[in-house]
């Protein structure tokens, strides 16, 4: 799990649905915003109750999620406010790694 200063607000979360840009792939979802004057880069992962209705299962994903941006992180802009949002259920580890490495090169 990231440190609570790595992960995004509420109130962060709201802004960027609002204000801003995304990028896709086959299971995630990347929305962000670029804030100026911040230190570290805040990502948090939202999985949603039509991807898995169990809680159980959805923090299983958001587990997973965290697991593999905690390598990431320190590649990516301090700038950067963002959400990875899941679209399907995915178990393997190695294909989410995949993707939100993907993701996140394309935003540097």
């Known amino acids: 799990?990231?440190?609570k200063k790595n992960r995004a607000s509420k109130k962060d979360i709201d802004k960027i649905f609002k204000e801003g840009r995304f990028f896709v792939s086959?299971?995630?979802t990347f929305k962000f915003i670029f804030i100026k004057n911040q230190k570290e880069p805040k990502i948090s992962f939202i999985a949603p109750k039509n991807i898995a209705k169990l809680a159980v299962k959805?923090?299983?994903l958001r587990r997973k999620g965290y697991f593999v941006?905690?390598?990431y992180i320190k590649n990516?802009?301090?700038s950067v406010v963002g959400v990875f949002?899941?679209?399907k259920h995915?178990?393997?580890v190695s294909v989410l790694e995949n993707e939100i490495k993907n993701l996140l090169n394309k935003i540097n």
């Open 69 to 71: 941006l905690k390598k």
């Open 58 to 60: 959805r923090n299983l």
């Open 76 to 78: 990516v802009s301090p």
């Open 85 to 87: 949002v899941f679209k």
């Open 1 to 3: 799990m990231l440190l």
């Open 90 to 92: 995915q178990e393997d």
């Open 26 to 28: 086959t299971n995630l």
